[in-house]
């Protein structure tokens, strides 16, 4: 039997609860906050903070309805709750403590903004450009669209979020004036709101059409001083090896420091002993975790007339006869539009293994997969579907499809051994805004007229070292992770982002069937950033005792 490990009991009562918990809520706004005013801002916060979810809370409300569902086959009707994180800028810690209290941070990319820290993410360079700092629509270069503070309202029901929106903007804008006024503004101002919202045609699917949000990786820790009493559970049978690295079939085990700050750390070549916590700096940082927010905007139209003109023009050369535009979308995605992940279902979508959570990730890409004993799980007829196979020279799942580059599972990296790519993983908390398009490919004039795409949300505990690791090199790099051959080659083509002298360009190579390779060329961005900004979420302690103290 593995022996089990000695895991943390995390401080489930003060960590902000959409870190470790997620508040997965169809309605989400995003309110970006500007300061004006130190002394008038502190006093909110203190009226704020009772009403900051913690994942003590999230948690529960999470597991009662994950068993009212299980137990009733359906979502269980009435069951809302409404939630309230916040986060800050290195801008607003220093209007709200000092300049010497926002230095004390360690990871630079908060400390000095996303804005600056575009170029190094190949953002467009062109200043005419959407994409470009200038032009975004909150954060950027602007100093008076720069947020201060991020306010994240979340609920099951769209009319209970607005009420309590409604609230929380009232009590601002009934917040006295600074002392002098600045340039007539309030002591603290919503610079920009955005709303967010689970596709109602096809809930959890991102505008492009596919499944989104089936990736998590689990996350180590206890609730209580329960020994059992885990955070993510655990699915696999104790008696087997790989439940002290596995929470279930695909999702990995990680330590929690690697999310939130004060806690063991995932080590680059082992997956299961922990390094010691780096010691948070400031020590108030202790059960808070950096959040990247990304604004951008989706252009469906393009993405898939291209991909229905690519499909016709390959489909016509014998080695890649078999070629749709669903399939060749889904090359470029690594999973089909249902969720199905291309590795255990190469030539069709399978609607049956997307809705199985014990088998829609079970999956790597040097190894084969194998059936993994589970504990009893009560109706569950087992994962009964073709295993995935090797698949080390891409030729199943191309080395440019989106979930391989992002996380390449089981491949050595450029970092190391394969158990780097755990140090690299985040916890992804994004949502869709904007109307979905009917029809991609003949969308109407009204729907040309309104911007869609992505809220794009992440924590983690360094910003350099995964989300813009994720991003400069594996997303944006033609040969990141190394792929070990000679074909497969080219940039994430949903995510990632090429600029050379002006050009937006990428070029992919896709092997046919007789193992030739096709340049694909991509003109243009399909997806766009157009707002965003690098934030802290403190725990709720150091609201109380040091933001709002």
Wanted: glycine share 8%; hydrophobic share 35%; with cysteine.
């Amino acid at each position: 039997m593995a022996q089990p490990l000695q895991e943390e009991v995390l401080a489930v009562n003060d960590i902000q609860g959409n870190i470790l918990a997620g508040f997965n809520k169809d309605f989400q706004t995003f309110l970006f906050l500007k300061i004006h005013d130190r002394d008038i801002t502190k006093t909110w916060l203190r009226t704020i903070i009772p009403s900051i979810a913690s994942v003590a809370e999230v948690l529960a409300f999470n597991r009662m309805f994950r068993a009212l569902r299980a137990r009733r086959g359906e979502d269980p009707r009435g069951m809302i709750a409404t939630w309230i994180n916040i986060a800050f800028t290195s801008e607003g810690i220093k209007k709200l403590t000092s300049q010497e209290e926002a230095n004390k941070f360690q990871d630079t990319p908060f400390k000095i903004g996303m804005p600056r820290r575009a170029g190094l993410l190949d953002d467009p360079a062109d200043i005419s450009s959407d994409g470009h700092p200038n032009n975004w629509v909150v954060g950027g270069n602007n100093p008076e669209k720069y947020p201060d503070i991020l306010l994240i309202v979340a609920s099951d029901d769209i009319s209970t979020l607005n009420t309590e929106l409604n609230r929380i903007k009232a009590d601002i804008q009934a917040l006295a004036k600074p002392t002098g006024e600045v340039d007539g503004k309030s002591a603290l101002e919503i610079i920009y709101e955005q709303q967010g919202m689970t596709r109602p045609d096809k809930p959890g699917h991102e505008h492009f059409g596919f499944k989104d949000g089936i990736s998590h990786p689990g996350i180590r820790g206890l609730v209580s001083n329960s020994v059992e009493d885990f955070l993510t559970p655990r699915l696999l049978d104790p008696q087997d090896q790989l439940s002290q690295r596995f929470a279930k079939p695909g999702q990995p085990l990680v330590w929690p420091g690697q999310f939130v700050l004060g806690y063991k750390r995932q080590k680059d070549n082992e997956p299961i002993d922990p390094q010691d916590p780096a010691t948070p700096c400031p020590a108030w940082a202790m059960n808070g975790s950096y959040l990247v927010v990304r604004r951008l905007r989706q252009d469906v139209p393009a993405f898939w007339n291209f991909v229905r003109t690519k499909a016709a023009e390959l489909s016509q050369k014998p080695p890649f006869s078999d070629i749709s535009p669903e399939r060749f979308a889904t090359l470029l995605v690594g999973r089909w539009p249902s969720g199905a992940p291309l590795m255990r279902s190469p030539k069709s979508d399978n609607e049956d293994l997307a809705k199985d959570s014990l088998a829609n990730n079970h999956f790597s890409y040097v190894a084969a997969s194998e059936p993994v004993p589970l504990i009893p799980i009560p109706d569950y007829p087992g994962d009964n579907f073709p295993q995935a196979p090797n698949d080390f020279s891409g030729l199943i799942c191309p080395h440019f499809a989106h979930v391989r580059k992002i996380n390449p599972r089981d491949t050595s990296t450029e970092q190391g051994g394969s158990n780097d790519t755990l140090t690299r993983l985040i916890l992804r908390r994004g949502i869709p805004f904007g109307s979905p398009i009917k029809d991609p490919v003949n969308p109407t004039a009204e729907e040309l007229q309104e911007e869609r795409g992505l809220m794009f949300l992440s924590y983690q505990t360094s910003i350099k070292n995964q989300f813009e690791f994720l991003m400069r090199v594996w997303a944006n790099q033609d040969n990141q992770p190394p792929t070990g051959v000679n074909t497969g080659g080219g940039p994430d083509p949903i995510i990632g982002q090429q600029e050379n002298a002006g050009s937006r360009a990428r070029s992919l190579k896709l092997t046919g069937s007789d193992n030739s390779t096709e340049t694909i060329k991509l003109m243009q961005d399909w997806v766009i950033p157009t707002g965003g900004g690098y934030f802290f979420a403190p725990s709720i302690s150091a609201l109380k005792d040091v933001l709002a103290g």
